[in-house]
Structure formats: structure tokens, C-alpha cells
């Protein structure tokens, strides 16, 4: 069967009904495959699935795997033990790219989709009624096992349907590669965030009592709080003591959200403990957090749902969603480690190479953009190091985030102490430094206002409308391509049998056995090298490494202060609720995962 011009010997929508609890790895109740060709429907009950072996259908390079969301088949493969396609076309991130940015009143799921071309599908109360009796689990009487059935082929039929709408549509070589991304998505979500759970049930058990607490002992230094209440007179009483400059709304009112809590904290760290305790009174709902009975921290990650083309787990179950002391839960098992590797400089990378900016690129290459900007632009001398001028180095730092993050001038003076004449001048300095970086950014928001659309090196797309932000536009670019860097190199280094635990922003976690973990990371970096060359053209970003080994726990430097505090509270409440220093003993398994299957 030919599909875009290219030929398949069979080619299979399929789809599973499944159970899942918090946490854990889904539970397959039912399976429903029909391949185009033949015409042929396969029905399997949960105990026909976990006789097999193997699936029903083939999963080789001459097969096509259609799906709807297709994570959620492949999570099912896993649970039952069974190799993922070699070819996935998904509808759901073929919706997302032909739609990324338009208003979708349906939303973006199957039904959403349907309706959007003008298909009907099963009712939305029919199939709520369904999905509530899948996850009530078993047992099921006969009608019961039939309507679930039926309701998994109602959604095979709808998957056939809406493909034929959708094929003139799509771009398969691209297509292909945001299907091998779900299964790698999907080995991902089934291996989960090790988390250290004596101490995480302590936290769930304490918590509420050591809020009071905890406010006061933060607050001593900041006096902004009235009891559990954050009041904005006091907090704009503390700026002018210290005489900090804070961003404010249009009304004149203090900017209090997140969001500015996080960029100031940035220009001024003392403010960070502030700005995590209001995250975490705010925010945080510890029983939210999806942590399965093996300790593994396992939610959806919401592959492709940010308009970037991100990931956007639930900032409630997943581990990195909360605020970041939390994530000192996070600890390897028992004779394992973890590592968290990020690459260096991202975006500002992502902007060199792509814009062709030849002094933005040796400004990467040198290893430090921020002094190498400072240098170019004749702030400092040739000589200069971070250490004789670090505070020259912190402001051209602040200005290249701020050009990244779309600030203007007040934000960027705001955020470095200093007058909003020396902030423009920075500006005005990365103008003139890295001229053909700004024509192509500029060339960037020309080409998404006149033709209503921006695009990356692989396809991912926004629909661009009248009223929208030049400065969300310039930093799309960046931020899309780095999403396509990092969905590309966790389809390497899954594939090549790496233990992923999780995609973060632009980093990644990963697992391996304490004495196998040098040899994890070298293959995660290469994976990553490698994904950044095909992104941009053959210039390799650098990474990052943080090592953490058992029985140490996972730290993030913004937290550590909050981390130590909320101890210390706890174990002045209750000595024998400190966190265990001990672990359950579970194993380091790695999941399963099929051969590469080649360069993209």
C-alpha cells in the first residue's frame, strides 16, 4: 500500500484500551488493529494480549503503525513485553503541526480532530462513560467486555477516516520522525524519575503543619508575609529599602507573578528563597505528584502540547513541575546513578548556527559567549577572564538572556541593578555586534506577519495571527529548534539502549548501574552532539554533566536553601520523620528498546 508516495506491505491503525493509577505503567485491557490493505481486523481481550509474545501485526521497516496519541499503544507494547514499530505515523502530532496556533474549539484530541474536518465521531458523553469503565478496572461483565471492544474499534475506524483527510496534508519523511519520537516518549514515560519515597511520605505527612513554620523562618529576612497571606505592600516596601527596582503592570501595580519572581531572582538570588516559597505555598500539592508503588515518578509527558513543540507534563505530577527543591526527592536506587545532561548555551548556539553569525559562532566556539560578547563589543580586553571581570561578564550575560527571553530595556535594567540607559546601551551593543543574527531575527517576524506562518529545520509550525507578539516570534525560532534537537537525540539515545529517564526543557535524565553510568553518559552526549548537528547544520553544541550516585539524591542549587529548611523544620517537629538515608532496594533494569534504526 503506498502512503505519500511511499510503499508499505501493510500498514495497521491500531488502538488499546488501558487502566492506569498514578504512577504506574498502563495495564492493557483491550486491543483493536485493522490493516488498510487487506481489510483484515485483529480483537484481542487483556488475557489474549499477555499470551503473546509479540504483537499481531508486523512492527518491520516495511509495516506502517497508525495511531492517535501513540505513546499511549507504545507504553501498552512495553507493559505486555513487545518491540515498538520500526515506522509510527500519529495522527495526533500531524493534527498538532497542520493546526500548532489556531483556535481549535473542539481541542486537539481525536474527537477535536475529527470535527475540525467535519467527521463525526463517537459522542463525547459515550466515550467519557467508556473511559470511565476502563479505568475502574476489572472484572467486567460479557456486555461490558464487548462495549469496551466496540468503543476501542470505534476509535480504529475514526483513526482510518480521519487519515484519509489528512494525507494530502502530510509531509511523511517528517511525519515519521515525530512518530519515532512517541516511542521514545513512551520508553521514557514507562521508566519514570527514581524517587526516594520514605522521604516523600514524610513531606506528604508534614507538610501542612510545617507551612506556619516554615513562612517565618523564610520571612525573617523579607517581612512581606501576614500570617500565610504574601502582602504586596510589604514586599514593595522591602524593594525600596533595598532598593531594588521591580517590573510593574500597567496600572502601576507590582509585577507578582511567577514568571518575574523567576527572572528578578536571576538579577538578584537573594530573592530566590522568597520566590520558592511562594512556589511552593502556591503550587504545591504533594499527593498530586504521580509516583508509582516501585518508586518511579511516571506521568505523560505531553509530547508536542506546548505551541514550540515541547513537552508539557503536568506541572502537578510530574517531578521537574513543582518547585525546584522539590527535586531533591529525586534519588537513584540502590547501586545505580543518575545524570543530568544539558547542553551548554542552547539557544544562543541555536541562534548563531541558524542565523549564520559568524562572530555569534566564535563567540560560542570560544566556550564562554558572555565574555566573548564583552570582548567583541570592546567592553573589556582581549585578556579578560571571568574572574578580573565578572561583574562586566554578568551584565553581557543578562543581555543575551534578555535578547533571548524578548526583554526590553526596563526588564533588563531591572534585572542587572543598573539604569535603564546602561541597559539599552547593552542592547544597542548586541545589535552592533551581531548584525546578521539580528537581520535574520527580524527576517524571522517579516516572514511569520506576511505569510502567517514560521517553521523549523523539520517541519514543526506555527500559525501566526494578526495580534501576535514579536517577541514570542523572534524567540520561536530557538525554542522550536531546540525542542526538534531534543526530541532527536532522546530518539538516539533510547534507541541505542540508554536508560532515559525524562526530557527537561533542554536537558535530559538518565539511569544506569553506578558502574556502567561513565559509559551511559558518553553515549547520551554523543546522541546529543549528534542530534544538534543535524538541527544546525554541523555545528555541535556542547553539554553539560551532573553525576549523582547512590545513595546521594538529585540537587538543584535555587533549592538547596529551601531543601535544608523544610528538613529542619520537620525533624524539630518529629526527630524520627528526617529523611532516611537508607533505600528500598529496587532494581536498575534498563527498558527494552530496538535496534537504531539509522540516521534520520
Known amino acids: 500500500m503506498v502512503i505519500c508516495g511511499h510503499p508499505f506491505d501493510e500498514v495497521w491503525t491500531v488502538d488499546f484500551e488501558f487502566g492506569s493509577e498514578p504512577g504506574e505503567c498502563p ?22 494480549l499477555r499470551r503473546r509474545t509479540s504483537p499481531p501485526y508486523s512492527v518491520d521497516r516495511s509495516s506502517l503503525f497508525i ?15 513487545w518491540p515498538l514499530p520500526t515506522h509510527t505515523l500519529d495522527l495526533f502530532t500531524e493534527f498538532r503541526v497542520l493546526t500548532n496556533g489556531c483556535d481549535l474549539p473542539c481541542g486537539s484530541g481525536l474527537l477535536g480532530a475529527l470535527a475540525y474536518f467535519g467527521l463525526d465521531g463517537v459522542a463525547a458523553i459515550e466515550k467519557e462513560q467508556m473511559r470511565a469503565l476502563a479505568l475502574r478496572g476489572g472484572p467486567w461483565t460479557a456486555q461490558e467486555r464487548k462495549d469496551l471492544v466496540a468503543y476501542c474499534e470505534s476509535d480504529v475506524v475514526a483513526l482510518e477516516r480521519l487519515l484519509r483527510v489528512m494525507l494530502p496534508k502530510i509531509d511523511l519523511p517528517r511525519a515519521l520522525l515525530r512518530g519515532r519520537y512517541m516511542a521514545a516518549a513512551a520508553r521514557m514515560e514507562t521508566r519514570g524519575v527514581p524517587i526516594d519515597l520514605p522521604s516523600l511520605e514524610t513531606l506528604r ?55 518575574t519572581f523567576r527572572d528578578m531572582s536571576r538579577g538578584y ?10 512556589h511552593a505555598l502556591s503550587q504545591m500539592r504533594l499527593d ?4 508509582g508503588r516501585d518508586g518511579r515518578n511516571r506521568t505523560l509527558l505531553s509530547a508536542f502540547r506546548a505551541k514550540t513543540g515541547r513537552n508539557q507534563p503536568s506541572t502537578s505530577r510530574f517531578i521537574f513541575g513543582p518547585s525546584v527543591w522539590l527535586r531533591g526527592l529525586i534519588r537513584p536506587v540502590h547501586e545505580c546513578g ?36 564583552a570582548k567583541q563589543a570592546g567592553a573589556v580586553p582581549t585578556e579578560a577572564t571571568k574572574d578580573t571581570h565578572p561583574a562586566q561578564r554578568d551584565h553581557f550575560k543578562a543581555c543575551v538572556l534578555a535578547v533571548q527571553y524578548g526583554m526590553g530595556e526596563v526588564a533588563l535594567a531591572c534585572r542587572i541593578g543598573q539604569p535603564p540607559a546602561y541597559a539599552r546601551e547593552l542592547l544597542r551593543l548586541h545589535r552592533a555586534t551581531y548584525r546578521r543574527f539580528w537581520r535574520w531575527s527580524d527576517d524571522a517576524v517579516d516572514h511569520a506577519m506576511l505569510r502567517g506562518v514560521l517553521h523549523t529545520v523539520y517541519g514543526w509550525q506555527i500559525h501566526v495571527g494578526r495580534n501576535a507578539n514579536s517577541r514570542s516570534l523572534r524567540n520561536f525560532p530557538m525554542q522550536a529548534n531546540g525542542a526538534e534537537m531534543l526530541r532527536i537525540a532522546c530518539c538516539f539515545a533510547t534507541e541505542r539502549g540508554v536508560g532515559v529517564c525524562a526530557p527537561v526543557h533542554d536537558a535530559m535524565l538518565i539511569e544506569a548501574p553506578a558502574d556502567a553510568l561513565d559509559d551511559a553518559v558518553a553515549e547520551a552526549e554523543r546522541a546529543m552532539a549528534e542530534a544538534s548537528r543535524l538541527v544546525l547544520d554541523g555545528l555541535a ?16 542549587p535555587r533549592g538547596e536553601r529551601m531543601w535544608s529548611e523544610v528538613w529542619a523544620l520537620l525533624g ?27 540516521p534520520i
Open 572 to 598: 524539630e517537629a518529629n526527630a524520627a520523620c528526617a529523611p532516611s538515608r537508607g533505600h528500598p532496594v529496587r532494581s536498575c533494569d534498563r527498558t527494552s528498546a530496538p535496534a537504531p534504526t539509522g
Open 269 to 278: 538570588p537573594s530573592l530566590a528563597p522568597l520566590r520558592e516559597l511562594r
Open 205 to 259: 505527612t508534614g507538610w501542612e503543619a510545617a507551612k506556619s513554620a516554615l513562612i517565618q523562618r523564610v520571612d525573617a529576612e523579607f517581612g512581606v508575609f501576614d500570617g500565610l497571606s504574601f502582602k504586596a505592600s510589604r514586599f514593595e516596601d522591602f524593594l525600596a529599602r533595598r532598593s531594588i527596582p521591580w517590573p510593574r503592570l500597567k496600572s502601576g501595580k507590582l509585577a507578582l507573578d511567577d514568571n
Open 27 to 48: 495495564e492493557p485491557i483491550c486491543l483493536v488493529a485493522h490493516e488498510l490493505g487487506s481489510g483484515r481486523t485483529v480483537r484481542l481481550w487483556s488475557d489474549e
Open 288 to 291: 498530586d505528584l504521580a509516583v
Open 541 to 556: 553544541l556542547r553539554s553539560d554533566r551532573t553525576l549523582i550516585v547512590s545513595p546521594e539524591r538529585y540537587s538543584d
Open 67 to 81: 495511531a492517535y496519541y501513540a505513546s499511549a499503544e507504545f507504553g501498552c507494547h512495553l507493559r505486555l513485553g
Open 338 to 373: 543518575l545524570a543530568y545532561l544539558d547542553w551548554s548555551q542552547q539557544e544562543f548556539g541555536i541562534a548563531a548556527a541558524l542565523s549564520g553569525d559568524s562572530a555569534m559562532i566564535e563567540a560560542y566556539e570560544s566556550g564562554d559567549p558572555y565574555l566573548a560578547f
